[in-house]
């Protein structure tokens, strides 16, 4: 952990890198990522590319002294929807290479946003036994759950899953809906953050959200989620 006293934090949980084969400029470096952040004033960030982890050692090592701190992060592809799972700052890289076949990735699948893992709620449940935090990726677009599952019981199975941590939304104003679970058959008053799900140096910071921590590190981002309403 990180602690530089209870304030508000501006964070970005999803961002892409080269390694994401959907990524728009692969000269683009982990250095010119991290300083448009940097320039953007975005103190915490996330590397959640598709499916891959590749790029978050050096990630980290390029943070080292300046003025940003990096969290290792995926983008799983699961069945249902997409879901970013978001380790502690010192999380070995080694374990998450062990997690990655766990959920259905293999090697041949890695930085392709198309490859289709385990079912959604078996991905929640993985990353909870790895000490990993669950949100439910862009959960009002296309490729999130609450698109992707048709309308029914198994929705809102999937929303009730103890092991979701959280919604990523799109849509501003589907914030307080679900944050005070006003929404018919989806009662649960859940944590909603928006991050820029960036595939290239423009998109990084057009989203973010501000959590507010004493130390930073995963027990914060979690605390903040569950005390969200706060």
Not at 58 to 65: C, D, I, L, P, V
Not at 105 to 116: E, F, P, V, W
């Given at each position: 952990?990180?602690?530089?006293?209870?304030?508000?934090?501006?964070?970005?949980?999803?961002?892409?890198?080269?390694?994401?084969?959907?990524?728009?400029?692969?000269?683009?470096?982990?250095?010119?990522?991290?300083?448009?952040a940097i320039k953007?004033?975005?103190?915490?960030?996330?590397?959640?590319?598709?499916?891959?982890?590749?790029?978050?050692?050096?990630?980290?090592?390029?943070?080292?002294?300046?003025?940003?701190?990096?969290?290792?992060?995926?983008?799983?592809?699961?069945?249902?929807?997409?879901?970013?799972?978001?380790?502690?700052?010192?999380?070995?890289?080694?374990?998450?290479?062990?997690?990655?076949?766990?959920?259905?990735?293999?090697?041949?699948?890695?930085?392709?946003?198309?490859?289709?893992?385990?079912?959604?709620?078996?991905?929640?449940?993985?990353?909870?036994?790895?000490?990993?935090?669950?949100?439910?990726?862009?959960?009002?677009?296309?490729?999130?759950?609450?698109?992707?599952?048709?309308?029914g019981t198994h929705?809102?199975?999937?929303?009730?899953?103890?092991?979701?941590?959280?919604?990523?939304?799109i849509d501003s104003?589907?914030?307080?809906?679900?944050?005070?679970?006003?929404?018919?058959?989806?009662?649960?008053?859940?944590?909603?953050?928006?991050?820029?799900?960036?595939?290239?140096?423009?998109?990084?910071?057009?989203?973010?959200?501000?959590?507010?921590?004493?130390?930073?590190?995963?027990?914060?981002?979690?605390?903040?989620?569950?005390?969200?309403?706060?």
């Amino acid at each position: 952990m990180v602690k530089f006293g209870l304030r508000f934090y501006k964070t970005d949980l999803h961002l892409h890198t080269s390694a994401s084969q959907c990524f728009k400029d692969k000269d683009i470096s982990i250095e010119d990522i991290l300083n448009e952040a940097i320039k953007k004033n975005i103190d915490i960030v996330a590397i959640t590319d598709h499916n891959d982890i590749s790029n978050i050692e050096e990630a980290r090592g390029y943070a080292k002294g300046k003025n940003i701190i990096v969290f290792p992060g995926i983008e799983i592809t699961a069945k249902g929807g997409h879901i970013l799972a978001i380790f502690d700052l010192d999380y070995p890289i080694s374990r998450l290479n062990d997690f990655l076949p766990v959920v259905g990735i293999t090697s041949d699948l890695r930085g392709k946003h198309n490859a289709l893992a385990a079912d959604f709620e078996i991905v929640l449940e993985k990353i909870s036994e790895y000490d990993g935090l669950a949100i439910a990726a862009h959960a009002d677009d296309k490729s999130g759950f609450l698109f992707s599952i048709p309308q029914g019981t198994h929705r809102i199975e999937i929303y009730s899953n103890k092991f979701l941590n959280g919604l990523e939304l799109i849509d501003s104003g589907n914030i307080d809906k679900y944050s005070k679970g006003s929404i018919p058959n989806y009662s649960r008053k859940i944590a909603c953050i928006q991050s820029s799900d960036s595939h290239g140096l423009s998109e990084i910071g057009r989203r973010f959200s501000y959590f507010k921590m004493d130390e930073i590190g995963l027990e914060g981002i979690r605390q903040a989620l569950f005390d969200h309403e706060l």
